[in-house]
């Protein structure tokens, strides 16, 4: 059975290729923008919602009243651009529904827009444009010409979408295929569990942990120093664009190191084990800040800071979502565990460990007292009063002795 999969590679445009890149970005984000105005207006003069079929019929208008602007790049590709409004919309409205924070939608600045999707391979764009070339792929796409592309691993299934995405001053084409055929890996017979944590990424079962290579918190020195020459350039300057491109690639490698190190560990449980169990947190409820308000200010923001900042720079979420995407093809089963079930589970233990311990404390008292006994008998005390309490503690000794072994297996076991 087919699988659903994303391919990401580098695009190597020329200098002239980089500059239509551009331009075919910044026409799309001026559509979506003007599509987005174009309903807030109409239903806010005259109570008339617009909805993605009338502004797809006025694309013709508009490409032919702008040949050289928006008439040069993909009609479908624009079509996708009002689609994503569409979808914005809708899940505005959703929200709306369900009563969470509306969030409408918002005009897209110069670095909120990056992505332009083409629907169809073959209708504006085409995938391995020139397949007689011996050791290079490329890609056509309408107004642009054949981008070469850095194909470091084969594409597999059928290319359905093409999207190209800008990142700092990176370019990537991003091929989304269907029926990619899933890699069944041979069955171990082996199961785990995977306790997430900040001094280690995780924690397996078995006692192994995987290191935190804290990425982050390797390149603070670097970010904070690229920070501190940003905040000193002046707004719209050419040295201030220069300053937030080299912020936003320490970023980008602190990213792409974090999802190459989640690749390679989700790849090493994937291989091992059939099934693998992991606590299903909410980590955006457990890095919210607790600056708290004005009227009701928080405690301890500091060192609460310092804590979100270890857990997002731990990545629970990036690796978790590739050991979905790795169990997924691999045939593993991957099952989450909701936190609130392993907290009982722990206050449990905890409980244990606690009864457990008076318990083997309970069993030392009644053997000190039957010592105590022992010596009030040789010192020459009454015997009969003796006789009676000695049989006394002599089966209290035996119900010690028996809450001690429970106790100390109880013990182990909370350890375990």
Same mark, same amino acid.
């Given at each position: 059975?087919?699988?659903?999969?994303?391919?990401?590679?580098?695009?190597?445009?020329?200098?002239?290729?980089?500059?239509?890149?551009?331009?075919?970005?910044?026409?799309?984000?001026?559509?979506?923008?003007?599509?987005?105005?174009?309903?807030?207006?109409?239903?806010?003069?005259?109570?008339?919602?617009?909805?993605?079929?009338?502004?797809?019929?006025?694309?013709?208008?508009?490409?032919?009243?702008?040949?050289?602007?928006?008439?040069?790049?993909?009609?479908?590709?624009?079509?996708?651009?009002?689609?994503?409004?569409?979808?914005?919309?809708?899940?505005?409205?959703?929200?709306?529904?369900?009563?969470?924070?509306?969030?409408?939608?918002?005009?897209?600045?110069?670095?909120?827009?990056?992505?332009?999707?083409?629907?169809?391979?073959?209708?504006?764009?085409?995938?391995?444009?020139?397949?007689?070339?011996?050791?290079?792929?490329?890609?056509?796409?309408?107004?642009?010409?054949?981008?070469?592309?850095?194909?470091?691993?084969?594409?597999?299934?059928?290319?359905?979408?093409?999207?190209?995405?800008?990142?700092?001053?990176?370019?990537?084409?991003?091929?989304?295929?269907?029926?990619?055929?899933?890699?069944?890996?041979?069955?171990?017979?082996?199961?785990?569990?995977?306790?997430?944590?900040?001094? #280690?990424?995780?924690?397996?079962?078995? &006692?192994?942990? +995987?290191?935190?290579?804290? %990425?982050? @918190?390797? $390149? !603070? /020195? =670097?970010?904070?120093?690229?920070?501190?020459?940003?905040?000193?350039?002046?707004?719209?300057?050419?040295?201030?664009?220069?300053?937030?491109?080299?912020?936003?690639?320490?970023?980008?490698?602190?990213?792409?190191?974090?999802?190459?190190?989640?690749?390679?560990?989700?790849?090493?449980?994937?291989?091992?084990?059939?099934?693998?169990?992991?606590?299903?947190?909410?980590?955006?409820?457990?890095?919210?800040?607790?600056?708290?308000?004005?009227?009701?200010?928080?405690?301890?923001?500091?060192?609460?800071?310092?804590?979100?900042? #270890?857990?997002?720079?731990?990545?629970? &979420?990036?690796? +978790?979502?590739?050991?979905? %995407?790795? @169990?997924? $093809? !691999? /045939? =593993?089963?991957?099952?989450?565990?909701?936190?609130?079930?392993?907290?009982?589970?722990?206050?449990?233990?905890?409980?244990?460990?606690?009864?457990?311990?008076?318990?083997?404390?309970?069993?030392?008292?009644?053997?000190?007292?039957?010592?105590?006994?022992?010596?009030?008998?040789?010192?020459?005390?009454?015997?009969?009063?003796?006789?009676?309490?000695?049989?006394?503690?002599?089966?209290?000794?035996?119900?010690?002795?028996?809450?001690?072994?429970?106790?100390?297996?109880?013990?182990?076991?909370?350890?375990?």
């Amino acid at each position: 059975m087919g699988v659903r999969r994303s391919f990401k590679f580098l695009l190597r445009p020329t200098s002239n290729q980089a500059a239509s890149l551009a331009a075919c970005l910044e026409d799309h984000r001026v559509l979506y923008n003007a599509a987005l105005e174009h309903r807030r207006t109409a239903y806010r003069k005259a109570g008339v919602t617009v909805r993605y079929g009338d502004q797809s019929a006025e694309l013709k208008h508009i490409r032919a009243d702008d040949a050289e602007g928006q008439g040069r790049w993909s009609f479908s590709s624009q079509q996708a651009t009002l689609r994503r409004l569409d979808k914005a919309f809708a899940a505005f409205f959703t929200r709306v529904r369900e009563g969470r924070t509306p969030g409408f939608p918002r005009l897209k600045g110069r670095g909120w827009f990056d992505t332009v999707e083409w629907p169809k391979d073959g209708d504006g764009c085409r995938w391995d444009s020139q397949p007689e070339h011996p050791s290079t792929a490329y890609v056509r796409l309408q107004g642009i010409g054949h981008v070469r592309v850095h194909r470091h691993r084969p594409v597999r299934g059928r290319v359905k979408t093409i999207s190209v995405k800008r990142e700092g001053n990176r370019w990537y084409v991003i091929l989304s295929c269907d029926d990619v055929p899933a890699e069944r890996l041979p069955q171990t017979g082996a199961a785990v569990g995977l306790d997430m944590g900040v001094a #280690s990424l995780a924690t397996t079962s078995d &006692g192994d942990p +995987l290191d935190n290579p804290r %990425h982050l @918190a390797a $390149s !603070a /020195g =670097r970010l904070a120093a690229a920070q501190r020459a940003l905040a000193r350039k002046k707004r719209g300057s050419r040295r201030r664009r220069k300053a937030v491109a080299w912020v936003a690639a320490l970023h980008a490698k602190v990213r792409r190191q974090r999802l190459d190190y989640a690749h390679k560990q989700a790849l090493a449980l994937v291989a091992a084990y059939d099934v693998i169990v992991y606590e299903d947190l909410r980590i955006a409820n457990m890095t919210r800040s607790a600056a708290g308000t004005i009227v009701q200010p928080g405690r301890n923001v500091a060192a609460k800071s310092g804590l979100n900042r #270890s857990i997002l720079d731990a990545g629970w &979420g990036v690796f +978790l979502r590739v050991l979905a %995407h790795k @169990a997924e $093809s !691999a /045939g =593993r089963e991957l099952i989450p565990i909701c936190h609130r079930a392993t907290q009982a589970a722990a206050d449990t233990v905890d409980m244990t460990r606690r009864v457990s311990i008076f318990l083997v404390a309970l069993a030392v008292l009644m053997i000190f007292e039957w010592i105590n006994l022992g010596f009030n008998l040789a010192d020459g005390h009454e015997t009969s009063f003796y006789v009676v309490h000695g049989v006394l503690i002599a089966v209290n000794i035996l119900l010690a002795l028996a809450l001690g072994a429970v106790g100390v297996r109880g013990w182990m076991k909370g350890r375990a």
